[in-house]
């Protein structure tokens, strides 16, 4: 009996974890939520008929089953909490009362936002994450299988500067090379999970790191998509930013805090949002719109062109780190061939 619960709430969480994780599986849950709500299915029935589908993914189904039980006790968004990201979940709740469906469409469109960023990014990191590790290992076994053969037929002294120094890197290499890489790789494994949860000062100092660069490029378009969205819907500014900073992250957080802080003092909106996060163009774009009195009008415009700009600067960071990369690993290959030429070529001329 205990074995059956306790394998219940594994599956119960690793379908959470699948939900909350998976931005294309909510956003196209949430339009389906929408659209049958704009033809005024009630939320209950909708689950119903959700919870039947035969097309659903299995975690969209047991959030459907696990929401159709919730809804009785405590509410869509209540029983959302842990399923959802704070920024969907936020203007979940607040049209939750009244204009639901457009909650669910503003919920499909942040969760899309999220889908496109990832999808970039991965696009993005694959080709010079394979380039490291994949050129590292050749550059670490290549120099030694070439060179080590040649120490038997050829004096170390009589060999050129040049093929020395390959030979010296090669063992390093031998030594070295795996825990390099390895080294690399805790790198980017412990800079990954510090993204969203390191916060301050000392933060703010490595922002240029590849990884806190390329969170802040992917997180900025959802935090100002999720703000919007709220602003949209009639709440305050302030409120909007509340609501949004309680489910948060630490890193963006503490954003979301400085910028409450910053209205509190009576900033303007480009001022008050101006803490980092988001690009100078954007910042811009909502300093003309809140002159010209179309702040909310134009939520979505000012999202989409965000977006339009997160994309294009995730595109670039990943290029560069890729050129990067590829500059570094062609100028030590080129090197280690000219060192193994050299030793082959000075072996051949000690024969004749």
């Known amino acids: 009996m205990l074995m059956s619960v306790w394998i219940e709430q594994v599956i119960d969480f690793l379908?959470?974890?699948?939900?909350?994780?998976?931005?294309?599986?909510?956003?196209?849950?949430?339009?389906?939520?929408?659209?049958l709500s704009r033809?005024?299915?009630?939320?209950?029935?909708?689950?119903?008929?959700?919870c039947e589908s035969k097309v659903e993914k299995s975690a969209s189904l047991h959030f459907a089953r696990h929401q159709r039980t919730a809804i009785r006790s405590h509410g869509f968004s209540s029983g959302a909490i842990g399923w959802v990201p704070q920024e969907e979940l936020a203007i979940i709740q607040i049209t939750q009362e009244g204009r639901i469906e457009e909650g669910f469409e503003q919920a499909a469109r942040m969760a899309t936002v999220r889908s496109k960023l990832r999808t970039t990014l991965?696009?993005?990191?694959?080709?010079?994450?394979?380039?490291?590790?994949?050129?590292?290992l050749v550059i670490t076994l290549l120099p030694g299988q070439a060179l080590s053969s040649m120490t038997a037929v050829l004096d170390?002294?009589?060999?050129?500067?040049?093929s020395v120094s390959v030979l010296e890197f090669s063992n390093f290499l031998s030594n070295w090379g795996i825990a390099i890489l390895t080294g690399i790789a805790l790198l980017l494994i412990v800079s990954i999970w510090a993204a969203p949860r390191w916060a301050g000062s000392v933060r703010e100092k490595f922002e240029w790191f590849p990884p806190f660069a390329l969170y802040r490029q992917f997180s900025g378009p959802e935090i100002l998509s999720a703000l919007l969205a709220l602003m949209q819907a009639g709440v305050q500014r302030i409120k909007a930013l509340k609501q949004l900073e309680s489910g948060l992250p630490k890193y963006l957080a503490s954003h979301v805090q400085k910028m409450r802080s910053n209205l509190y003092r009576g900033e303007s909106v480009d001022q008050a949002l101006d803490t980092g996060l988001f690009s100078p163009e954007t910042l811009d774009t909502l300093r003309i719109y809140e002159r010209i009195g179309d702040f909310a009008v134009h939520a979505e415009r000012i999202a989409d062109e965000d977006l339009e700009r997160a994309l294009q600067n995730l595109n670039r960071i990943t290029k560069t780190f890729a050129s990067v990369l590829l500059l570094g690993i062609g100028a030590i290959a080129i090197w280690i061939y000219i060192g193994i030429a050299r030793v082959v070529f000075t072996l051949q001329q000690s024969t004749f």
């Open 15 to 35: 379908h959470r974890q699948r939900f909350r994780s998976s931005a294309s599986i909510r956003a196209r849950f949430w339009m389906r939520l929408a659209s």
């Open 122 to 136: 991965i696009s993005g990191l694959t080709y010079p994450l394979l380039l490291l590790f994949g050129g590292g």
């Open 156 to 162: 170390q002294s009589k060999w050129p500067a040049v």
């Open 39 to 50: 033809s005024d299915v009630p939320i209950a029935a909708a689950l119903d008929f959700l």
